[in-house]
Protein backbone atom coordinates (compact mmCIF):
# COMPACT_ATOMS: atom_id res chain seq x y z
CA UNK A 1 0.00 0.00 0.00
CA UNK A 2 1.59 3.57 -1.04
CA UNK A 3 -1.50 6.09 -0.17
CA UNK A 4 -3.72 6.69 2.35
CA UNK A 5 -7.37 5.99 3.03
CA UNK A 6 -7.59 9.31 3.71
CA UNK A 7 -6.92 12.83 1.54
CA UNK A 8 -7.09 14.56 5.38
CA UNK A 9 -5.67 13.63 8.42
CA UNK A 10 -8.56 14.64 10.92
CA UNK A 11 -8.33 11.84 13.56
CA UNK A 12 -7.32 7.94 14.42
CA UNK A 13 -11.02 7.06 14.43
CA UNK A 14 -10.98 6.48 10.81
CA UNK A 15 -7.53 5.55 9.65
CA UNK A 16 -6.68 2.13 9.55
CA UNK A 17 -4.05 -0.31 10.56
CA UNK A 18 -2.35 -0.16 7.34
CA UNK A 19 -2.78 3.27 6.82
CA UNK A 20 -1.08 3.62 10.09
CA UNK A 21 1.66 0.81 9.27
CA UNK A 22 2.41 2.94 5.91
CA UNK A 23 2.75 6.23 8.10
CA UNK A 24 5.08 4.37 10.60
CA UNK A 25 7.53 3.05 7.37
CA UNK A 26 7.58 6.27 5.97
CA UNK A 27 8.93 7.83 9.14
CA UNK A 28 11.30 5.83 9.41
CA UNK A 29 12.74 6.70 5.72
CA UNK A 30 12.60 10.09 7.62
CA UNK A 31 14.11 9.48 10.72
CA UNK A 32 16.95 8.08 8.53
CA UNK A 33 17.14 11.48 6.58
CA UNK A 34 16.94 13.44 10.24
CA UNK A 35 20.04 11.35 11.71
CA UNK A 36 22.24 12.91 8.52
CA UNK A 37 24.25 16.18 8.54
CA UNK A 38 21.88 17.59 5.74
CA UNK A 39 18.27 16.62 7.37
CA UNK A 40 16.81 18.32 4.07
CA UNK A 41 15.07 16.93 1.15
CA UNK A 42 13.31 18.24 -1.63
CA UNK A 43 10.40 16.29 -1.94
CA UNK A 44 7.54 19.24 -1.37
CA UNK A 45 9.36 22.11 -2.88
CA UNK A 46 6.16 22.95 -4.81
CA UNK A 47 3.96 22.49 -1.56
CA UNK A 48 3.06 25.86 0.64
CA UNK A 49 1.82 24.95 3.78
CA UNK A 50 -0.08 27.06 6.59
CA UNK A 51 -0.07 26.44 10.27
CA UNK A 52 -3.02 28.04 11.53
CA UNK A 53 -2.71 27.99 15.18
CA UNK A 54 -6.06 28.90 17.44
CA UNK A 55 -4.25 27.57 20.57
CA UNK A 56 -1.31 27.83 22.64
CA UNK A 57 1.60 24.91 21.35
CA UNK A 58 5.10 24.16 21.61
CA UNK A 59 6.05 21.04 20.53
CA UNK A 60 3.19 20.47 17.74
CA UNK A 61 3.53 23.83 16.06
CA UNK A 62 7.55 23.80 15.94
CA UNK A 63 7.19 20.26 14.89
CA UNK A 64 5.18 20.58 11.97
CA UNK A 65 7.11 23.96 10.81
CA UNK A 66 10.38 21.70 11.07
CA UNK A 67 8.87 18.75 9.63
CA UNK A 68 7.71 21.16 6.85
CA UNK A 69 11.21 22.80 6.33
CA UNK A 70 12.88 19.53 6.39
CA UNK A 71 10.76 18.65 3.14
CA UNK A 72 11.45 22.18 1.70
CA UNK A 73 8.21 22.98 1.66
CA UNK A 74 7.10 26.66 1.71
CA UNK A 75 5.68 27.75 4.92
CA UNK A 76 3.55 30.43 6.57
CA UNK A 77 2.42 30.58 10.17
CA UNK A 78 -0.53 32.46 11.11
CA UNK A 79 -1.37 32.70 15.26
CA UNK A 80 -5.27 33.69 16.19
CA UNK A 81 -3.59 36.12 19.14
CA UNK A 82 -2.57 38.47 15.67
CA UNK A 83 -4.56 37.99 13.67
CA UNK A 84 -7.94 39.25 12.57
CA UNK A 85 -9.97 36.81 14.36
CA UNK A 86 -10.75 39.49 16.89
CA UNK A 87 -12.01 41.66 14.54
CA UNK A 88 -14.76 39.20 14.29
CA UNK A 89 -13.57 36.93 11.11
CA UNK A 90 -14.78 33.47 10.43
CA UNK A 91 -12.98 30.84 10.37
CA UNK A 92 -13.97 29.16 7.01
CA UNK A 93 -13.46 33.15 6.03
CA UNK A 94 -9.75 33.39 7.40
CA UNK A 95 -8.76 29.68 6.35
CA UNK A 96 -10.21 30.85 2.72
CA UNK A 97 -7.97 34.28 2.26
CA UNK A 98 -4.57 32.39 3.27
CA UNK A 99 -5.61 29.64 0.88
CA UNK A 100 -6.23 32.55 -2.39
CA UNK A 101 -2.72 33.28 -1.68
CA UNK A 102 -1.68 29.80 -2.82
CA UNK A 103 -1.64 27.44 0.11
CA UNK A 104 -2.06 24.06 -0.58
CA UNK A 105 -2.47 22.47 2.67
CA UNK A 106 -3.72 23.75 6.59
CA UNK A 107 -2.28 22.18 9.88
CA UNK A 108 -4.43 23.70 12.19
CA UNK A 109 -4.92 23.58 16.25
CA UNK A 110 -8.17 24.50 17.49
CA UNK A 111 -10.05 24.81 20.55
CA UNK A 112 -13.50 23.38 19.24
CA UNK A 113 -14.02 19.66 19.06
CA UNK A 114 -14.60 18.98 15.42
CA UNK A 115 -13.22 22.05 13.60
CA UNK A 116 -11.09 20.02 11.37
CA UNK A 117 -13.46 17.77 10.03
CA UNK A 118 -15.73 21.37 9.78
CA UNK A 119 -13.14 22.99 7.65
CA UNK A 120 -12.32 19.66 5.17
CA UNK A 121 -15.92 19.94 4.42
CA UNK A 122 -15.31 23.95 3.57
CA UNK A 123 -12.65 24.99 1.96
CA UNK A 124 -10.39 23.45 -1.05
CA UNK A 125 -7.54 22.46 0.81
CA UNK A 126 -5.72 19.09 2.65
CA UNK A 127 -6.08 19.46 6.18
CA UNK A 128 -4.61 18.04 9.27
CA UNK A 129 -5.87 18.37 12.71
CA UNK A 130 -2.92 19.34 15.29
CA UNK A 131 -5.40 18.95 18.30
CA UNK A 132 -9.08 20.08 18.15
CA UNK A 133 -9.94 20.76 21.62
CA UNK A 134 -10.91 17.95 23.54
CA UNK A 135 -11.45 15.58 20.68
CA UNK A 136 -8.54 13.91 18.67
CA UNK A 137 -4.84 14.80 18.44
CA UNK A 138 -3.55 12.33 16.00
CA UNK A 139 -0.44 13.16 14.97
CA UNK A 140 0.22 13.08 18.63
CA UNK A 141 -0.39 9.27 19.16
CA UNK A 142 0.98 8.57 16.41
CA UNK A 143 4.54 10.03 17.05
CA UNK A 144 3.44 7.87 21.00
CA UNK A 145 2.86 4.35 19.07
CA UNK A 146 5.68 5.01 17.05
CA UNK A 147 8.23 5.87 19.84
CA UNK A 148 6.70 2.05 21.65
CA UNK A 149 7.55 0.24 18.81
CA UNK A 150 10.79 1.59 18.75
CA UNK A 151 11.41 0.96 22.21
CA UNK A 152 9.44 -1.82 22.44
CA UNK A 153 9.82 -3.65 19.09
CA UNK A 154 6.01 -3.85 18.48
CA UNK A 155 2.58 -2.80 19.67
CA UNK A 156 0.77 -6.10 19.40
CA UNK A 157 0.04 -7.74 22.94
CA UNK A 158 1.70 -4.77 24.91
CA UNK A 159 -0.50 -3.26 27.71
CA UNK A 160 -0.36 0.64 27.81
CA UNK A 161 -2.26 2.53 30.49
CA UNK A 162 -3.12 6.00 30.12
CA UNK A 163 -2.98 8.19 33.72
CA UNK A 164 -4.50 11.25 34.35
CA UNK A 165 -7.14 13.45 33.04
CA UNK A 166 -8.66 11.25 30.64
CA UNK A 167 -12.05 13.44 29.94
CA UNK A 168 -10.38 16.20 28.50
CA UNK A 169 -7.84 14.70 26.96
CA UNK A 170 -7.62 14.82 23.27
CA UNK A 171 -4.36 12.54 23.17
CA UNK A 172 -6.27 10.04 25.53
CA UNK A 173 -8.66 9.53 22.51
CA UNK A 174 -6.35 9.35 19.90
CA UNK A 175 -3.93 7.01 21.80
CA UNK A 176 -7.16 4.96 22.57
CA UNK A 177 -7.81 4.69 18.92
CA UNK A 178 -4.43 3.99 17.33
CA UNK A 179 -2.87 1.27 19.88
CA UNK A 180 -5.83 -0.68 19.31
CA UNK A 181 -5.52 -0.71 15.78
CA UNK A 182 -1.96 -2.14 16.12
CA UNK A 183 -3.12 -4.45 18.65
CA UNK A 184 -2.33 -3.04 22.08
CA UNK A 185 -4.25 -3.45 24.94
CA UNK A 186 -4.92 -0.07 26.59
CA UNK A 187 -6.23 1.07 29.93
CA UNK A 188 -6.78 4.84 31.80
CA UNK A 189 -6.09 5.53 35.56
CA UNK A 190 -7.36 8.27 37.04
CA UNK A 191 -9.74 9.93 39.68
CA UNK A 192 -13.24 8.52 38.48
CA UNK A 193 -14.72 12.53 38.13
CA UNK A 194 -11.70 12.80 34.95
CA UNK A 195 -12.87 9.38 33.19
CA UNK A 196 -15.61 9.63 30.90
CA UNK A 197 -18.50 7.55 32.36
CA UNK A 198 -18.88 5.20 28.85
CA UNK A 199 -14.86 4.44 28.76
CA UNK A 200 -15.37 1.07 28.75
CA UNK A 201 -17.27 1.37 25.34
CA UNK A 202 -14.12 1.29 23.52
CA UNK A 203 -12.72 -1.46 24.93
CA UNK A 204 -10.37 0.11 27.77
CA UNK A 205 -9.53 -1.29 31.15
CA UNK A 206 -10.31 1.26 33.74
CA UNK A 207 -8.03 1.62 36.87
CA UNK A 208 -8.48 3.98 39.77
CA UNK A 209 -5.25 3.53 41.68
CA UNK A 210 -2.04 4.00 40.33
CA UNK A 211 -0.25 1.39 41.64
CA UNK A 212 -2.87 -1.35 40.15
CA UNK A 213 -2.39 0.36 37.07
CA UNK A 214 1.64 -0.18 37.03
CA UNK A 215 1.14 -3.67 38.31
CA UNK A 216 -0.80 -4.01 34.81
CA UNK A 217 1.13 -2.24 32.29
CA UNK A 218 4.17 -2.21 29.99
CA UNK A 219 4.09 1.41 29.25
CA UNK A 220 2.51 4.41 31.46
CA UNK A 221 1.10 7.12 29.64
CA UNK A 222 1.60 10.36 32.17
CA UNK A 223 -1.44 12.96 31.12
CA UNK A 224 -0.98 16.90 32.11
CA UNK A 225 -3.97 18.11 34.04
CA UNK A 226 -6.13 20.35 31.70
CA UNK A 227 -6.55 23.36 34.06
CA UNK A 228 -7.67 25.18 30.66
CA UNK A 229 -10.27 23.06 29.94
CA UNK A 230 -11.46 22.84 33.38
CA UNK A 231 -15.07 24.97 34.21
CA UNK A 232 -15.65 23.18 37.88
CA UNK A 233 -13.41 21.54 40.06
CA UNK A 234 -12.67 17.78 39.64
CA UNK A 235 -10.36 16.81 42.73
CA UNK A 236 -10.04 18.97 46.19
CA UNK A 237 -6.10 20.56 45.08
CA UNK A 238 -3.45 19.26 42.48
CA UNK A 239 -1.52 18.60 45.72
CA UNK A 240 -4.20 15.85 46.67
CA UNK A 241 -4.33 14.76 42.67
CA UNK A 242 -0.54 14.35 42.88
CA UNK A 243 -0.67 12.84 46.37
CA UNK A 244 -2.98 9.74 44.75
CA UNK A 245 -1.87 9.76 40.86
CA UNK A 246 1.41 11.90 40.24
CA UNK A 247 3.88 9.06 38.88
CA UNK A 248 7.28 8.70 41.91
CA UNK A 249 10.46 6.72 41.79
CA UNK A 250 8.54 4.91 44.88
CA UNK A 251 6.06 3.38 42.59
CA UNK A 252 8.40 2.49 39.97
CA UNK A 253 10.17 0.82 42.77
CA UNK A 254 7.34 -1.70 43.98
CA UNK A 255 7.36 -3.55 40.40
CA UNK A 256 9.07 -6.29 39.40
CA UNK A 257 9.35 -5.84 35.89
CA UNK A 258 10.86 -2.57 33.93
CA UNK A 259 7.98 -0.20 32.69
CA UNK A 260 8.06 2.58 30.02
CA UNK A 261 7.34 5.61 30.66
CA UNK A 262 5.90 8.50 28.36
CA UNK A 263 4.50 12.35 28.19
CA UNK A 264 3.04 14.27 25.26
CA UNK A 265 3.76 17.46 27.07
CA UNK A 266 4.06 19.66 28.53
CA UNK A 267 5.48 18.09 31.54
CA UNK A 268 4.22 19.31 35.35
CA UNK A 269 7.12 18.16 37.16
CA UNK A 270 6.19 16.90 40.62
CA UNK A 271 2.62 17.04 39.76
CA UNK A 272 1.21 14.19 36.84
CA UNK A 273 5.50 12.99 37.42
CA UNK A 274 8.69 13.30 39.50
CA UNK A 275 11.66 14.88 38.17
CA UNK A 276 13.44 11.78 39.22
CA UNK A 277 11.11 9.67 36.85
CA UNK A 278 10.70 12.37 34.03
CA UNK A 279 14.53 12.59 33.48
CA UNK A 280 15.37 8.63 34.64
CA UNK A 281 16.05 6.10 32.08
CA UNK A 282 12.69 4.53 31.86
CA UNK A 283 11.57 8.04 30.24
CA UNK A 284 11.31 8.43 26.57
CA UNK A 285 9.30 11.98 26.80
CA UNK A 286 12.06 14.06 24.69
CA UNK A 287 12.61 10.57 22.10
CA UNK A 288 8.67 11.17 21.40
CA UNK A 289 9.67 14.88 20.70
CA UNK A 290 12.32 13.67 18.41
CA UNK A 291 9.88 11.35 16.74
CA UNK A 292 7.39 13.54 16.54
CA UNK A 293 9.60 15.23 13.46
CA UNK A 294 9.68 12.48 10.92
CA UNK A 295 6.14 11.10 11.99
CA UNK A 296 4.69 14.74 10.80
CA UNK A 297 6.91 14.72 7.68
CA UNK A 298 5.72 11.13 7.06
CA UNK A 299 1.99 12.40 7.49
CA UNK A 300 2.65 15.56 5.03
CA UNK A 301 4.56 13.35 2.52
CA UNK A 302 1.83 10.82 2.01
CA UNK A 303 -0.95 13.35 1.95
CA UNK A 304 0.93 16.05 -0.83
CA UNK A 305 1.27 12.54 -2.98
CA UNK A 306 -2.27 12.15 -3.30
CA UNK A 307 -3.83 15.86 -3.45
CA UNK A 308 -5.59 14.78 -6.47
CA UNK A 309 -6.76 11.82 -5.71
N1 LIG B 1 1.96 17.58 23.06
C1 LIG B 1 1.52 18.78 22.60
O1 LIG B 1 0.54 18.86 21.86
O2 LIG B 1 2.27 19.83 23.03
P1 LIG B 1 2.02 21.35 22.58
O3 LIG B 1 0.71 21.78 23.18
O4 LIG B 1 3.20 22.12 23.13
O5 LIG B 1 1.97 21.38 21.08
Redesign the pocket.
Known amino acids: MTRLSSNHLLGLKNLTAEDVQLIFETADNFKAVLNRPIKKVPSLRDITIANVFFE ?6 ISFELAEKRLSADVVNFSSSSSSVSKGETLIDTVNNILSMKVDMVVMRHPAPGAALFLSKNVDAQIINA ?1 DGTHE ?1 PT ?1 ALLDAYSIREKLGSLEGKKVVIVGDILHSR ?1 ALSNIYCLQKLGAHVAVCGPPTLIPKHIAALGVQVFYKLQDALDWCDVANMLRIQMERQETKYFPSLREYSMQYGLTMEHINKLSKEITVMH ?3 INRGVEISSEVADSEQSIILNQVENGVAIRMAVLYLLAGQKEG
Open positions: NSTRTKGHQVPGP
